[in-house]
Nanobody
Framework: VQLQASGGGLVQPGGSLRLSCAAS????????MGWFRQAPGKEREFVAA????????RYADSVKGRFTISRDNAKNTAYLQMDSLKPGDTAVYYC????????????????????WGQGTLVTVSS
């Protein structure tokens, strides 16, 4: 499966952005999905994940209550709604796909994912 992330950009603190991850080559419903981010000089870190069914999610503590992961299997697309953005959220955001059972939420480590998108830059600054 090929993944294409989009929706990044420059936003002021407190603002919102919605990232999209479009899949091609294979049906997105075959995979659990995750979002990671990598700030300059830092390691890639887990942000959020969602099961294949969409019924189960998990979030990093740093984004819980501000970010929402979702998916539309009919559109072969996953999303990351980001609200109340902070300068510390500035990073390149990557979507990733994991081969997991239908109700399993993918994990928080990069090694648990099989396919990666190219990343989209989110800059939070006034």
């Amino acid at each position: 499966v090929q993944l294409q992330a989009s929706g990044g950009g420059l936003v002021q603190p407190g603002g919102s952005l919605r990232l999209s991850c479009a899949a091609s080559g294979r049906t997105l419903s075959n995979y659990g999905m995750g979002w990671f981010r990598q700030a300059p000089g830092k390691e890639r870190e887990f942000v959020a994940a969602i099961s294949r069914s969409g019924g189960s999610t998990r979030y990093a503590d740093s984004v819980k209550g501000r970010f929402t992961i979702s998916r539309d299997n009919a559109k072969n697309t996953a999303y990351l709604q980001m609200d109340s953005l902070k300068p510390g959220d500035t990073a390149v955001y990557y979507c990733a796909a994991a081969t997991v059972p239908w109700v399993t939420t993918p994990g928080v480590t990069t090694s648990g994912y099989n396919y990666w998108g190219q990343g989209t830059l989110v800059t939070v600054s006034s």
